[in-house]
């Protein structure tokens, strides 16, 4: 390890406007993005007054598979023109910016409909931004490099997430604005139902933030070409059907992925509905995984560099399923919150493992195709999970009257299926060889601490 410290240390790391621009777009996301399925069951609660589960399995469906649908073509787009930095400024301004007309959807089904328009729009910036930022940094250090980036973007979002919840609770700030500029304010700031109100300035800050974040990514200085080739688009079919790790690594995913997305849309059924939580409260459990996720993450982009990427994806997924059991079995907000606290530590784990080891065995030149292609397949397959799960569980209400008894059965479910998919993680193989394992480290910790235990 010591002979290693020398090449780690010279090798590239990210430049301090890719943490800039990545905090304002991860800060724009926590604005609006952990209140879109509050905002959807406020909507059935003020036109319906009972729940739909099929639309919020729809809508959820929708926010997985429209991101990512189109990622192959932007990846591969960006790989082939070479100029990553304009296909994040524009994915992020228009993706962000479109996010302010939601709450001009009259139905759920104009919330869907937009909300797929918006996540594709999004879409463009997903890849290409994760091929910018890969081209920035050099291998060794790739985990770690990745670790601190997140660490920045999930403390931007943390931020943005309990201001969101704060403005929602302050019902006088709106028409204090309008008051403010005057003649202006009816024009900045239009009326709306005032069920909307509590989402209004979140929707509005992120579309300014958005902008900002898009304008400032042009001013990344992309890694030059190491060659002239021409870059081709990389096909998915062929991705996924030519043998080797990454056709591996994306159907040993498609198990857990659909187990996963199985009990997306009844966890904000059971804070809203059963819980009776406030839009604070639900910012709060949102930035509760989020402050996890920030403990955990640079620790764990380490490890990573250190034990492989297979031992962290295998820890994040093989706990993953105590989250919807907590959930089923709630009967406070704060088993909510330990629950997305457990959430953000396998998020952590997992997370920038994932993107490490695509990017460990995918060609250089061809990695946002590869991260696109990863996160087109996963979302096909959230797609059918959320959405039959939307559908068993609205049968389930038909069938037997009872809201409560659909979402639990649903949850306990998902829970009992992403423990068992998660050991199909047990088949990945990492393409190289690295200098420690996870029980060498966890050995080293504890002896360490038993050590300075005994010096005091």
Do not use: C
């Amino acid at each position: 390890m010591t002979e290693d410290a020398p090449e780690i240390i010279n090798e590239p790391k990210l430049p301090a406007k890719a943490f800039v621009v990545g905090a304002l777009t991860q800060f724009a996301l926590g604005l609006h993005a952990p209140f879109l399925q509050t905002y959807l069951v406020d909507m059935q609660n003020y036109l319906y007054g009972v729940k739909n589960f099929a639309e919020l399995g729809a809508f959820r469906s929708v926010g997985n598979v429209a991101p990512t649908v189109l990622q192959p073509i932007w990846g591969g787009a960006s790989d082939k023109v070479g100029h990553a930095k304009a296909f994040v400024a524009f994915g992020t301004m228009m993706g962000l910016v479109f996010v302010y007309l939601f709450l001009w959807a009259a139905t759920p089904f104009d919330m869907i409909v937009f909300f797929a328009i918006q996540s594709i729009l999004f879409s463009i910036q997903i890849p290409t931004w994760l091929s910018l930022v890969g081209g920035l940094m050099g291998e060794k250090n790739r985990g770690n490099e990745l670790g601190k980036l997140g660490l920045v973007t999930n403390i931007a979002s943390f931020l943005a997430t309990l201001a969101a919840g704060f403005l929602a609770g302050m019902p006088g700030i709106l028409p204090w604005l309008r008051s403010v500029f005057g003649d202006l304010g009816p024009v900045l700031f239009p009326t709306v139902e005032v069920w909307r109100e509590a989402f209004y300035l979140p929707f509005f800050l992120t579309a300014i933030f958005g902008i900002s974040a898009s304008l400032l990514s042009l001013g990344i200085r992309e890694k030059p070409r190491s060659d002239n080739r021409p870059r081709k688009f990389p096909p998915m079919h062929r991705l996924l059907s030519q043998p080797g790790e990454f056709r591996k690594f994306n159907f040993v995913s498609v198990f857990f992925s659909f187990a996963m997305s199985m009990a997306w849309p009844y966890f904000i059924v059971v804070q809203r509905d059963w819980l009776n939580s406030s839009i604070l409260e639900i910012a709060v459990a949102s930035a509760v995984m989020t402050a996890s996720i920030i403990i955990f993450t640079i620790p764990f982009g380490r490890l990573s560099d250190r034990v492989g990427r297979k031992p962290l994806i295998l820890l994040g997924r093989m706990s993953l399923f105590v989250v919807p059991i907590m959930y089923a079995f709630a009967w406070s907000i704060w088993i909510i919150y330990i629950a997305n606290f457990i959430a953000g530590f396998t998020i952590a784990a997992s997370m920038n493992a994932i993107t490490a080891y695509i990017f460990d065995i995918s060609p250089e030149e061809e990695r946002g195709s590869h991260l696109a292609v990863y996160n087109t397949f996963t979302g096909i397959v959230y797609l059918f999970g959320s959405f039959l799960a939307g559908i068993f569980g609205q049968i389930i209400l038909i069938a037997y009257g009872s809201e409560y008894l659909s979402v639990f059965i649903m949850l306990i479910a998902s829970g009992v299926l992403r423990f068992i998919a998660a050991f199909f993680s047990l088949l990945i193989e990492e393409p190289k060889e690295y200098s420690s394992t996870l029980r060498i480290e966890f050995s080293a910790l504890i002896h360490r601490r038993r050590h300075d235990t005994d010096l005091v």
